[in-house]
């Protein structure tokens, strides 16, 4: 294994997958491109140790739902590397809110009282954002600079070493991003964005959460619980085991 991947904190499962994406070009050129961000004193979102927490709280063989966001939340102390969720004791986003809004219509699951989705995550929710780091208060600053090439080589490893995912395709972007998903091995759930501007064009009942778990129950996987807990220590690290 080289130096570049060897530097990279990613589960062993994903790494033998998808670690020699840093080896391309690419990667090196959003390497650089982020070295010199934080030499000219800009802040970026997420920390360093959250980048990759999205492949990082499930091994690979464990997933069973795939949510595909576009940006890192842009605000301090809200990306932790998970898309839509936000930190523990940070006020849930608009979009947030909404989807909260639709497990509750869907499911009779009241809101939690944060925004930290990384329970889901530990039961195989993979919440990828197409772009994994953003400037503070820039939104979509960091677009075009590489990333999205590397979260399209995890999409299309899914959809080929897998069978039978949910993926949630909420508005353009994402629908955009799926369209190489083989719709006869997985499900494709596609809305509008649960964006404010959005959400009541379609997004509002769509009842993706109940048609993911009735499919994985289906092929006698676990059920997800979209119930958040309540937070005891704060604690959304992922381990590093497989």
């Not at 009541?200 to 129950?217: D, E, I, M, T, V």
């Amino acid at each position: 294994m080289s130096e570049k991947q060897d530097r990279v904190q990613l589960r062993p499962s994903w790494k033998s997958r998808i670690g020699g994406e840093f080896e391309q070009e690419y990667m090196q050129n959003l390497r650089q491109f982020l070295i010199r961000e934080k030499r000219a004193g800009k802040i970026i979102y997420p920390e360093g140790k959250n980048i990759f927490n999205a492949v990082n709280f499930i091994p690979f063989e464990e997933v069973k739902v795939v949510i595909i966001g576009q940006d890192p939340y842009h605000g301090p102390g809200q990306a932790h590397g998970l898309c839509f969720s936000v930190m523990p004791g940070v006020t849930p986003p608009p979009s947030l809110k909404n989807i909260f809004k639709e497990i509750q219509a869907d499911l009779g699951i009241s809101p939690g009282s944060h925004g930290c989705l990384s329970s889901w995550a530990e039961q195989g929710v993979l919440l990828l954002n197409s772009v994994l780091t953003v400037e503070k208060n820039r939104a979509a600053s960091h677009q075009g600079k590489g990333w999205e090439q590397f979260t399209d080589a995890i999409i299309r490893t899914l959809n080929k070493e897998h069978s039978g995912l949910v993926f949630f395709l909420w508005g353009s972007y994402a629908q955009k991003k799926g369209a190489i998903i083989d719709k006869e091995r997985h499900l494709v759930l596609q809305s509008v964005h649960p964006s404010p501007l959005s959400a009541h064009r379609g997004f509002f009942g769509n009842k993706h959460f109940s048609k993911a778990n009735s499919y994985l129950q289906d092929q006698s996987k676990p059920m997800i619980n979209w119930e958040l807990p309540a937070l005891v220590d704060g604690n959304n690290s992922p381990s590093y085991d497989s």
